[in-house]
């Protein structure tokens, strides 16, 4: 088993070394599937909701897989590579101040919208509402991610880094919703 496991890996690294862009695509949206299953289950949905899994699988392949492969690179570009205390505090806060909340922004948008099916003011009531503690809660927990991500991941690796990590945090923000509403109920 363990010779099956070693050889996967090398082809998934050499996937990565000839295709980094398809094979990131395609990590997040399957890290995607892999977050939405466990937390449809753990949400006690009984029958897994297969259009909503779909197109979250989508999400990760057709966005976050693409831009984070460019965001890493244009980053890496920008600060020449360099891992010093001080670029990488630089990397952090300029992708929090960018990406993090161009990513939140659009996820709430294309889950109320594409996967919910909800009208237009109705997703944008909800993120007028939700937003800015989705963001400030995303604010307490990326920085310490992002600091990782740069100061020891090597770029090859930051996506899926990131994907991983991501698969958790989706886990965790929907067991959180699902607790907020069994409160309120």
């Known amino acids: 088993m363990g010779s099956v496991a070693k050889k996967g890996l090398q082809q998934y ?19 995607s599937a892999i977050s939405d299953i466990v937390a449809q289950k ?6 897994l909701q297969l ?9 990760g392949f057709a ?39 161009w990513n939140n922004m659009l996820f709430m948008i294309y889950y109320g919208v594409i996967v919910e099916r909800r009208p237009w003011m109705h997703v944008k009531t909800k993120i007028k509402k939700e937003y800015p503690t989705v963001q400030f809660t995303s604010w307490t927990f990326w920085p310490v991610v992002g600091w990782v991500n740069h100061q020891y991941v090597p770029l090859q690796f930051r996506v899926i880094f990131h994907s991983v990590v991501a ?7 929907n067991l959180r ?7 309120k109920g």
């Open 13 to 31: 690294l050499l996937q990565l070394q000839h295709h980094p862009l398809r094979t990131k695509a395609i990590t997040a949206g399957l890290l």
């Open 42 to 47: 753990l949400s006690g949905i009984q029958k």
């Open 51 to 59: 259009r909503r899994l779909l197109l979250k699988v989508l999400f």
């Open 63 to 101: 966005y976050l897989g693409p831009f984070g492969h460019f965001l890493h690179i244009i980053l890496d570009k920008m600060f020449k590579g360099k891992k010093d205390t001080k670029t990488v505090a630089k990397k952090v806060v300029l992708e929090q101040l960018t990406s993090s909340p």
């Open 167 to 173: 698969c958790g945090w989706g886990i965790f923000l």
């Open 177 to 183: 919703a699902r607790s907020m509403a069994l409160t």
